[in-house]
């Protein structure tokens, strides 16, 4: 409130309407306040939304000039994300996403290295249809990596190295590279596409799945390879891992009618994000409802799961919000003012290296920083490409190349993947708690029994509540 406060006073500066430079120091004291964790991130909202509604920011009925106080959520990038966030949980609830991880572990598990490869290709399969690192990693591969570690009696501590601290840095690496490979892989991905559209730039799943498969597919070959070379496991013969997903998978018997249907229903998803909207006229998110009620119509899904979804009605609202306060930014001319600033910094060299550099700017931002308050400020960087000396940038490239490296910050950022969270001392505690608060997120993960026989030894890992915190 300070904050926004004492921007508020500030006299507005040249270049800016009053209504801009207030709609900015909102934000800003939006921002600062989830960060400080004033409230719990949707109050934070709340409040911001009727500041702004209130005050004439954005008026409920919107003029010419104008941007609505509820337009962000008439948003469709906004409910294709919450939308994507509901079928993610049909994977965890009908045990589809389990099957397929313990499937691929079962077929390379025999060498550690294997094991890191199978939750590679589990991820890369669950990837398109799970918007969030949090429920692939920390829902679905986390359990079965514990289960894996525990086996082999690497616990956190002087037996980590065996094999618990390789296989958790494997995943959290591999989920980040799967997140930048398709659209739909993680919730902020939609957004970047969305704030290129704003600027003129379409940004389809097919083409931002086509500008990601080559890079992204030599990335999850060379990673673990790479890991296993520089921080190898004590363990590297695992047999018995693949004989223990063997037998998970025989416990858990053929696939069941709601995982079948549930795979049909992907697969259907992935034709129609694909060539829905070039051949049948329909939009990503109008396919994400398709696929929703298909789930619903087939009893997979009930009502009952979708108003219980906490998280997905959360991420609706907050996102929504931000979105609205981004948009206004935008068409009010902050962004293009900010724009034009960091233009000029860059003015004298060509768009080859200006686009390089603006790429790092905004990835170790991101780094120091935290993603979505990057992620939602994310226009000048696209604005800044098209206004390079020259005029030779491609536009659609350089939102392309901003919108895949826009998550990557994970593998540069300790804490920044549920897997990989612990403390750190001194002030970079301080860092990671802004950015834990701003992007974390409680995700309740029942630990499966499992039961596993190693070296005529029987040791049980006991189910428990997992709390697991990670970006969306």
Sequence with gaps: MIIGLGMFLIPTPGGLEPRAWH????????????????????????????????????????????????????????????????????????????????????????????????????????????????????????????????????????????????????????????????????????????????????????????????????????????????????????????????????????????????????????????????AFGINATVSAFIGLAILMVTSIMTWEDIIKEKAAWNTIFWFAVLVMMAGALNTYGVVGWIAKGIARGVGGIGWHMGLVVLILVFFYTRVLLHPLFLRLGGRPHLRDVRGLPGHGACPRGAAHARGHVAGLYGPAQHGAHPVLRRPRPGPVRLGLQLHRTLVGRQLPVLHPLAAHLVRGRRRMVQGDRLVVTGPR
């Design 23 to 278: 709609m900015l120091a909102l934000f800003v004291a939006t921002i600062v306040a989830i960060i400080a964790k004033v409230m719990p991130m949707g109050a934070v909202c709340l409040v911001a939304l009727t500041i702004s509604g209130l005050f004439g920011l954005t008026p409920v009925v919107p003029g010419k000039g104008d941007v609505g106080m509820l337009s962000g959520f008439a948003n469709s990038t906004i409910w294709l994300i919450g939308i994507a966030m509901l079928l993610s949980r049909a994977v965890i609830k009908t045990g589809l996403g389990r099957r397929v991880a313990l499937f691929f572990i079962s077929v390379f598990g025999k060498k550690m290295i294997g094991v890191a490869y199978g939750f590679a290709l589990a991820d890369l399969v669950l990837g398109p249809g799970i918007p969030s690192a949090s429920a692939r990693g920390g829902g679905i591969m986390y359990p079965i990596m514990q289960s894996v570690a525990t086996a082999y009696g690497s616990e956190p501590g002087p037996t980590a190295r065996k094999a618990g601290s390789f296989l958790a840095i494997a995943i959290s690496q591999i989920d980040t590279i799967v997140c930048a490979m398709f659209l739909t892989a993680m919730a902020g991905n939609p957004i970047m596409a969305s704030l290129a559209g704003d600027l003129g730039v379409h940004m389809s799943w097919t083409s931002w799945f086509v500008g990601a498969i080559v890079p992204g597919l030599v990335a999850l070959i060379a990673l673990p390879y790479f890991l296993y070379k520089i921080y190898p496991p004590e363990i590297k013969d695992s047999p018995e891992i693949a004989a223990f997903a063997r037998g998970e998978l025989k416990d858990m018997g053929p696939m069941s009618r709601a995982e079948k249907v549930l795979t049909a229903d992907f697969v259907l998803l992935l034709l129609l994000w694909i060539v829905g909207d070039m």
